[in-house]
């Protein structure tokens, strides 16, 4: 996208005819928008000043991206210099850093995903867990109605029936009173 900026510092969208701002600019850029600023009237390209004038507007109202000191410093060094630090170490710098980002990005989603599906395996265990014990309390259920129905000799010989185990009252080791049975007296 080209943009003009004219004397009054003003910069122009040539392709949507209409003005617009630093932050609009900034906004373009975020956007992976490649932009191009030309001046109107001469034709220079003037994009990496007007990218530069972004980040200086930017840091009045924000934290320090660079420091005093570095930027007396950077005054202090020749023109050559400088082109091979920013050349070589800041460009090194924000690709180390953007390849760190992107890692760590997918190395969190990959563990989140991970986490998620560990939990779904867990679920599915549960599940399984819960099955196997309504069965076993089917067969239990089943065994105890059959002993019921056939009068087990376990029953006649004074044993708990199943019935009289289900109606005990939990904390007690004897069973409850059946329906009928007369009371014992009490000890005192």
């Given amino acids: 996208m080209v ?6 510092r003003r910069l122009y969208d040539t392709a949507r005819s209409c003005y617009v701002t630093l932050e609009d600019v ?26 530069l004038q972004i980040i200086i507007e930017h840091q009045k109202n924000r934290v ?5 000191p570095f930027l007396r410093q950077l005054l202090t060094y020749r023109e050559d210099t400088l082109r091979q630090f920013f050349d070589r170490y800041l460009g090194l710098s924000l690709e180390m ?18 986490a998620l599906g560990s939990l779904g395996t867990s679920r599915e265990a549960g599940r399984e867990r819960t ?33 009289d185990t289900a109606t005990a009252r939990p904390g007690r080791s004897r069973p409850a009173r059946r329906a009928g049975a007369k009371p014992r007296p009490r000890r005192r």
């Fill in 26 to 51: 900034a906004g373009m850029v975020k956007a992976g928008v490649e932009i191009v600023v030309n001046d109107a009237r001469t034709g220079e390209d003037l994009t990496r000043l007007t990218l």
């Fill in 64 to 68: 320090d991206l660079l420091p005093v």
């Fill in 131 to 163: 099955a196997d014990v309504e069965s076993l309390q089917r067969r239990i259920e089943e065994l105890e109605r059959r002993l019921a129905l056939a009068g087990s000799p376990a029953a006649s010989a004074g044993a708990p029936s199943p019935a």
């Fill in 3 to 8: 943009l003009k900026k004219y004397g009054n």
């Fill in 97 to 114: 850093f953007s390849t760190v980002q992107d890692r760590f990005t997918r190395t969190l989603q990959e563990r989140f995903q991970s």
